[in-house]
């Protein structure tokens, strides 16, 4: 898989001159904090192009529901707290986005598990997320990570990974209790230890290289 997984890394690094950068973008709601952790991830798109030579654009983009270019992006990043407010119609577009070959990587903030689990409940509610264990893919796209670190101690439960697979790919990947955005803000932000920062570092890589390389 990891030998796979370079192969194609070498060859998006060969052609990138050529190719379109691939794009992140931060998805905007309403009810919550949708911009929280400003830096994290203009710092997870730099620290992504510099490791991997992904071409990566290391400036992301906004996007809500609505938005006619959704289908450029090939990963949604969800984080904040407090609710998400979706309406029918943008609930329907994120299904679409998803079921079309779109991924969204969401990262609970600490106060946004309610939020995040009742809109899933309503994207896929013949889906469930289920829990990922180590041996998945995403925890060694590119690093071999024993699983989901735990960046903030906020509680005492263990960092876990959700997904919701459909069609046989993992196409939603949920970390909570883990924090991975707070780990990858500047660090005069939360003052977090090197190593705990690369733990987050490393994580977000490979959600990033997940995303762009699987089937």
């Known amino acids: 898989m990891r030998t796979i997984v370079l192969?194609?890394?070498?060859?998006?690094?060969?052609?990138?001159?050529?190719?379109?950068?691939?794009?992140?973008?931060?998805?905007?709601?309403?009810?919550?904090?949708?911009?929280?952790?400003?830096?994290s991830l203009p710092n997870w798109l730099r620290e992504a192009r510099r490791r991997t030579g992904i071409p990566v654009d290391a400036e992301p983009v906004t996007v809500s529901m609505d938005s006619e270019d959704l289908a450029r992006y090939p990963l949604l990043y969800l984080t904040g707290h407090g609710d998400i407010r979706l309406d029918d119609r943008e609930v329907e577009q994120l299904r679409?986005?998803?079921?079309?070959?779109?991924?969204?990587?969401?990262?609970?903030?600490?106060?946004?598990?309610?939020?995040?689990?009742?809109l899933m409940a309503r994207v896929f509610p013949d889906t469930p997320l289920i829990r990922l264990g180590s041996e998945h893919p995403v925890f060694h796209a590119f690093y071999d990570l024993p699983g989901l670190p735990k960046i903030h101690e906020h509680d005492g439960d263990p960092a876990q990974a959700f997904g919701i697979v459909r069609n046989g790919r993992l196409a939603v990947l949920y970390s909570w209790s883990s924090d991975i955005g707070d780990g990858l803000e500047d660090p005069e932000v939360h003052g977090d230890p090197p190593a705990v920062r690369e733990a987050a570092a490393r994580m977000a890589v490979n959600v990033l290289t997940y995303a762009v390389t699987r089937p």
Do not use: H, I, K, M
């Open 7 to 39: 192969l194609v890394l070498l060859l998006l690094s060969l052609t990138a001159a050529a190719a379109a950068e691939v794009t992140v973008a931060r998805l905007q709601y309403d009810g919550g904090d949708w911009y929280a952790d400003p830096s």
């Open 96 to 118: 679409r986005y998803l079921d079309g070959g779109g991924f969204l990587y969401a990262d609970d903030n600490y106060g946004l598990d309610r939020a995040f689990r009742a």
